[in-house]
């Protein structure tokens, strides 16, 4: 089961005080460039993995979409969704990503942001969403990015035989990551970004477009704490496609 953070009354509060939270899709600096990756929605079944307040479930509805299940393993996160949700085409639906079941062959699209970096058994949470895609169907995703998800801090990994090996701050170095993000104790799961793109290639899909995101000179101007952002990728896209 993956750890269920958001439903940590702490990390919810202040998850709920992010600008993304605030502001849904407008809050999320990278939605500009996540926005040209998706394809037309208009009469599509869409899918949203880690749906957390349920902007995208709302937003694909707004462009057509004939239905929409939005996924999440947090009740608070849910709860707050369908407070903010009034269109009976939009389901929601408590699941834990780690041990999903989807039909076969039913989205046109599956989309998650900012949810994948969280799931250990990643390679099949990919075949089952590969599974539950119509021919031709799409799959945009965000997650934390490689570089950010393997932070610089002291310490190193202890080998079988008792000897320091690697830092473990070291991107080669696949595996758990322990955060202190809103609260402590958060846990991630550490891929090199070749990982999640032969993850994807292995699973059967056809990648279209792969953006280690930065923000804008414009979007720094309009946000200057996004300056940090200019030294190291802290999210990145991927949109991929299941041949027809």
């Keep these: 089961m993956a750890q269920n953070i958001y439903d940590n009354k702490i990390f919810f509060a202040g998850y709920a005080k992010l600008n993304r939270s605030v502001h849904g899709l407008d809050g999320a600096p990278e939605w500009p460039m996540i926005r040209k990756m998706l394809p037309c929605l208009t009469g599509r079944k869409v899918v949203d993995l880690g749906c957390g307040y349920g902007w995208f479930c709302r937003y694909a509805s707004k462009q057509g979409a004939s239905e929409t299940l939005g996924l999440d393993i947090s009740e608070r996160m849910l709860s707050r969704a369908k407070e903010l949700t009034s269109d009976e085409s939009i389901i929601y639906r408590q699941e834990d990503l780690e041990n999903l079941y989807l039909p076969t062959k039913e989205y046109h699209l599956a989309y998650s942001s900012l949810a994948l970096h969280y799931i250990k058994a990643l390679p099949t949470l990919l075949k089952i969403i590969y599974q539950s895609l119509v021919p031709s169907g799409n799959f945009v995703f965000s997650a934390e990015h490689p570089i950010y998800t393997a932070p610089k801090q002291p310490g190193w990994l202890i080998a079988s035989d008792g000897q320091k090996s690697w830092p473990i701050n070291n991107y080669q170095v ?7 993000w809103l609260t402590d104790g958060v846990v991630k799961q ?3 970004l070749g990982s999640y793109i032969n993850l994807l290639i292995n ?6 477009h792969v953006e280690e995101w930065g923000p804008t000179m414009q979007q720094i101007a309009d ?8 030294e190291r990728p802290m999210i990145f896209l991927i949109s991929a496609k299941k041949p027809e």
């Excluded at 696949?174 to 202190?180: D, S």
């Design 174 to 180: 696949e595996g758990e990551r322990i955060t202190n």
């Design 190 to 192: 550490h891929r090199t």
């Design 203 to 208: 699973t059967g899909f056809i990648i279209t």
């Design 223 to 230: 946000c200057p704490a996004l300056d940090e952002e200019k």
